[in-house]
C-alpha cells in the first residue's frame, strides 16, 4: 500500500516525464485521460482510487478511473469534488470522516485531494484520489499533481460540452476557497478533541496512546499550516482595525501551542517513551491538553466567526 518513506520519496518530476511520454502520441480523450487514470493509481503509493469526474446538468458523472467501482454522479454543490469544481483551487482533505459534506464512494478511503482541471478560466473537470491512509496528502503532493494535469491538459483536446461548464472568476473562486478553508479549521478542531478524547480514556493503557499522539500530530501540523499560510494573512488584511488587532494576537499565541506540541513530540514521539513512564507523560501532556483546548474554544467562537465576517465583507 506504501510506507510513509515511499510515500516521501515519490518523485513528481520522473512522473511528469513518464505521462508526457505515455500521451506523446495520442491525442484521443477517452484514451488519455483512461491512461492518465490509471498510471496515477498504479504509480503513486497509498491510493486506493484515482479518477475523472465531468461536468454534467445535475453534478459531475464519472469518467475513467483506477480502482473500485465509484459513486457514478455527484450532486452540485456537495462533497469535496464539488468544492474543487465549484472554486477551481485544489481541495486536500486530511479526514474525510471529518469533512461533513464528504460522499463516501468507498467506505476504506480516509484522506482525500482532488484537482480542477483549468482550461483558460474554464473548469472542465476534476480529478480526484483517495487513499486509505488519513492525512496522506499535502501541499508537495497538490503542486505535483497539478502539474501532472497540465501535461494531461496540453497534450488531450477535450469536449466543447466540458468547456462551456463553469468560468471562475478570480474573486469568486477566492471567496469560495476562503470559506473552505474555515469550515476546514473548524472540521480539524473536530476531530483533533475525538484524539484528546481518546488519550484520556487511554490513561491506563499508556502502549495504546502513540498512535494517538502520533495522528494528533498530523492533524495539528496541517491545522497550523491552514492558519499560518492563508487565516492570519487574511484578517491581518481586514479593513476592520479590530478584526487586524485579533489576528496579531492569535499569531503570537500560535506560536506558543506549535513550540509546545514540538517539545512535547521531542520527548514522547518515539516508540515505546510513554509506555516507559505514564506518570511524566501525563505532567508533559496535562497541560499542554488544557492549551490546545482553551485555544480551539476561543477560535471557534471568536477567530472563525471574524474569519467568517471578514470573509463576506468581501463577497
Not at 479526514?95 to 483549468?118: N, T
Not at 499560510?229 to 499565541?253: D, F, G, H
Request: net charge negative; charged share 25%; glycine share 6%.
Amino acid at each position: 500500500m506504501g510506507t510513509a518513506r515511499e510515500i516521501d520519496a515519490v518523485d513528481y518530476q520522473t512522473l511528469e516525464r513518464q505521462v508526457v511520454s505515455l500521451l506523446e502520441d495520442e491525442n484521443d480523450f477517452i484514451a488519455n485521460t483512461a491512461n492518465f487514470a490509471a498510471f496515477v493509481f498504479h504509480e503513486i503509493p497509498a491510493v486506493n482510487w484515482a479518477g475523472f469526474y465531468f461536468p454534467e446538468a445535475a453534478g459531475l458523472v464519472l469518467g475513467p478511473f483506477g480502482g473500485r467501482p465509484a459513486c457514478t454522479r455527484l450532486p452540485r454543490d456537495r462533497g469535496v469534488c464539488s468544492a474543487a469544481f465549484g472554486s477551481g483551487r485544489t481541495v486536500i482533505v486530511d479526514d474525510v470522516l471529518a469533512y461533513a459534506d464528504h460522499i463516501a464512494c468507498d467506505s476504506s478511503s480516509r484522506s482525500e485531494i482532488v484537482v480542477p482541471l483549468m482550461l483558460d478560466r474554464t473548469v472542465v473537470g476534476v480529478f480526484d484520489v483517495d487513499s486509505p491512509i488519513a492525512s496522506r496528502f499535502t501541499q508537495r503532493d497538490a503542486r505535483g499533481l497539478e502539474r501532472l494535469i497540465e501535461r494531461l491538459l496540453e497534450r488531450t483536446p477535450f469536449p466543447e460540452r466540458y468547456k462551456a461548464s463553469r468560468d471562475v472568476s478570480r474573486s469568486e473562486g477566492t471567496r469560495i476557497k476562503e470559506r473552505i478553508d474555515i469550515h476546514t479549521c473548524r472540521n480539524h478542531h473536530v476531530v483533533l478533541r475525538y484524539l484528546v478524547d481518546e488519550i484520556a480514556k487511554a490513561a491506563n493503557d499508556p502502549a495504546s496512546i502513540a498512535p494517538y499522539l502520533a495522528r494528533l500530530r498530523s492533524i495539528l501540523l496541517a491545522h497550523l499550516n491552514i492558519e499560518d499560510n492563508w487565516l492570519y494573512p487574511q484578517l491581518a488584511r481586514s479593513p476592520n482595525p479590530a478584526v487586524r488587532s485579533k489576528a496579531e494576537r492569535y499569531t503570537r499565541e500560535m506560536g506558543g501551542l506549535r513550540d509546545g506540541f514540538a517539545a512535547l513530540w521531542v520527548r514522547w514521539g518515539d516508540p515505546g517513551a510513554i509506555e516507559g513512564a505514564p506518570e511524566a507523560w501525563q505532567r508533559d501532556w496535562q497541560p499542554f491538553e488544557r492549551a490546545m483546548s482553551a485555544r480551539m474554544d476561543a477560535e471557534d467562537n471568536d477567530l472563525y466567526a471574524a474569519a467568517e465576517a471578514a470573509t463576506a465583507e468581501t463577497a
